[in-house]
């Protein structure tokens, strides 16, 4: 008998949520970005979702891949992350400002991702290797293939 959860579980995903997003509250402090948000539980509903969506992303991306993670991050590109981010962001009503602004919605992220500073792309590196790295961690508790 197999006793594994399935990685979809929702406490699974927001687990990986939380430590990708305070990954990248970390990292946004290192470089000085004018993006640093506040801690996980301080976050606003939407940037919750927005961040549990981002993992969901990943994870679909490797269950479709049908290679389970095998499939490398060749196939997660820091474009497609940034692309897929910007879609769900202007989903949202969110628009590009030079400041981020969650009342007027504006980011300055909100650009394709060539426009990014180096800095700000490897944002999106971080997010997809941290997703599976964690999602390893937890695969002996959980069913990811």
């Known amino acids: ?19 990708c997003h305070e990954q990248n509250k970390a990292y946004c402090e290192l ?3 004018n993006a640093v948000q506040p801690h996980w539980e301080d976050l606003d509903e939407e940037t919750r979702n927005s961040c549990v969506a981002g993992v969901k992303f990943v994870l679909n991306s490797i269950i479709e891949s049908g290679e389970g ?17 910007m879609k769900s962001k202007e989903k949202d009503g969110w628009v590009y400002g ?3 602004d969650v009342v007027k919605k504006t980011h300055p992220n909100m650009v394709p991702y060539e426009s990014l500073s180096k800095e700000e792309q490897f944002k999106d590196t971080l997010f997809s290797a941290a997703v599976v790295m964690l999602t390893i961690a ?3 508790h959980y069913n990811i293939d």
């Open 1 to 19: 008998m197999n006793d594994r959860k399935d990685m979809t579980d929702d406490k699974a995903i927001e687990f990986i949520a939380r430590v």
């Open 31 to 33: 470089i000085g970005s």
């Open 69 to 85: 993670l095998d499939c490398g991050l060749d196939k997660l590109t820091p474009e497609v992350m940034h692309e897929n981010w």
């Open 98 to 100: 030079e400041v981020k």
């Open 138 to 140: 937890l695969d002996s």
